[in-house]
């Protein structure tokens, strides 16, 4: 049972990446799934959520920019960024409701 993040890296201000969160030994189309990130020295936070009905919700600095999404059948959920920003870099994690976590993926915006 696990959850596996890939597609962080290094942009350019400005650029874009999308993140994606392969679900492993588990089904996850009725969890709410979602995204945190971690900057260097900061406490852990919540980037966005996505029930399973697709209904989503995002953190104020991200809204506009970020795009969560899931596909229940590749038991996978994407987290499209846009516009990024030098103050988005941190580590992302995608989390199950409920406590499960990946290992996290590297994202770092260069201004």
């Known amino acids: 049972v696990q959850l596996v993040e890939s597609g962080g890296g290094l942009v350019q201000a400005g650029g874009s990446l999308r993140l994606s969160c392969q679900a492993s030994?588990?089904?996850?189309?009725?969890?709410?799934m979602a995204w945190y990130r971690q900057a260097q020295g900061k406490q852990r936070e919540l980037v966005a959520t996505?029930?399973?009905?697709?209904?989503?919700n995002y953190a104020d600095s991200v809204k506009g920019r970020f795009t969560i999404s899931r596909d229940n059948a590749k038991r996978t959920v994407y987290l499209q960024m846009n516009s990024l920003k030098p103050e988005d870099t941190g580590v992302y994690y995608c989390?199950?409701?409920?406590?499960?976590w990946g290992q996290g993926t590297q994202v770092t915006v260069s201004s």
């Open positions: 030994g588990i089904i996850i189309s009725n969890s709410i």
């Open positions: 989390n199950r409701a409920g406590g499960l």
């Open positions: 996505i029930t399973g009905a697709g209904n989503t």
